[in-house]
């Protein structure tokens, strides 16, 4: 990490050679979370590096941190401005910087993905919620210790303390649950009209408010599905049970119902960095590279690729992605910030 943080704080100050330009780009290319937190990085270091004042009580503060340990071991108790000296005044400009930006960039992230606290009036209740924005993911592990894999564009939420016959939580878009078995208390997923119920189990749930369909697969165990109709005022309740390697399946506009086999890399690739395209059309390719990655995208011309797409991405840049895409579908396409636009040909 300390090598991580002088190679892009030289970088930043434009003093990088081709040594580092390539230690840069292999760590950009290990991940789309590098590269989102890179992006960041560039952004608040235009904002961040104008206050000198700012930066320095910042860098001797850290620097008091970094050292403390190593004063305690050897009895020493010396002064910030001892400390400081020993480092090169240059990059003590430029770590200070720097560190200005991984501050600013950490609380980016927490302001973002945070866990919300909300305790419900005339209960001691407290419900937690996790939104994830777009072009990320975060994975939780639950009270009961149970792990849940929540996808980018999707908010989860549930009781901080499970209560003593169930495990109730709540998903708006796409999770991957691995579920502590417990007999005596079901876990119970809330998602709109469905609700899915499991004792112990690993599945996929792809419920995002937008989309028309919405799926539960399973990978182990057994799962229970329940599907409320919210056109039928008598509230009337069709159940179906999955065993491994099986997906339920519900078209929101027409109530239609499939059971059936699933591909794992299409369905739940997703957990694992893969993006799958099979005959995907225009929307469901936006759809996902936006949620992936974090872009909009805006049409210049037109309002839809062209014709559908197949082909597999594992942790891919959105420049490789958009590149095949484009020479198979007849487009051109200029990224700029977090917006992609597209030109169809």
């Not at 090598?3 to 434009?14: D, F, H, S, V």
């Not at 109730?168 to 417990?182: N, P, S």
């Not at 805006?298 to 590149?323: A, M």
């Amino acid at each position: 990490m300390d090598n991580l943080e002088k190679l892009i704080a030289r970088k930043l100050a434009g003093e990088e050679d081709e040594q580092d330009k390539e230690a840069l780009e292999k760590w950009l290319n290990q991940s789309e979370e590098n590269k989102q937190v890179y992006s960041e990085l560039i952004k608040y270091w235009n904002i961040k590096t104008n206050n000198k004042d700012r930066n320095r009580k910042l860098w001797e503060k850290v620097s008091e941190r970094i050292n403390e340990p190593e004063n305690l071991r050897n009895g020493k108790t010396g002064t910030i401005q001892q400390k400081a000296k020993w480092f090169d005044p240059y990059f003590v400009k430029v770590a200070a910087s720097f560190l200005i930006i991984v501050v600013s960039v950490f609380t980016f992230y927490k302001l973002n993905t945070e866990v919300e606290q909300e305790v419900k009036p005339g209960t001691e209740e407290v419900m937690v919620e996790k939104l994830i924005p777009k072009g990320q993911k975060s994975t939780l592990t639950l009270q009961d210790g149970s792990v849940v894999i929540v996808n980018s564009g999707s908010k989860f939420s549930f009781k901080e303390k499970f209560s003593a016959d169930q495990r109730l939580v709540y998903l708006e878009g796409e999770a991957f649950f691995d579920i502590e078995r417990d007999s005596l208390r079901p876990f119970i997923i809330k998602t709109g009209e469905i609700t899915t119920t499991v004792l112990g189990t690993s599945f996929n749930v792809h419920a995002f408010p937008q989309d028309n369909k919405v799926h539960v697969s399973v990978v182990s165990g057994k799962v229970k599905v329940d599907i409320n109709d919210p056109a039928d005022k008598e509230l009337n309740q069709d159940s179906y049970f999955l065993l491994p390697n099986e997906m339920l399946t519900r078209e929101r506009n027409s109530g239609k119902i499939t059971k059936s086999g699933y591909d794992y890399a299409s369905v739940i690739g997703w957990k694992d960095g893969m993006i799958v395209f099979k005959m995907a059309e225009s929307e469901e390719i936006i759809q996902t590279l936006s949620r992936w990655y974090g872009h909009d995208f805006v049409f210049k011309n037109g309002h839809k690729i062209k014709g559908k797409f197949t082909g597999t991405f594992k942790r891919q840049s959105l420049k490789t992605v958009l590149e095949a895409i484009s020479i198979a579908s007849d487009f051109d396409y200029k990224i700029e910030g977090n917006t992609v636009e597209i030109n169809l040909n």
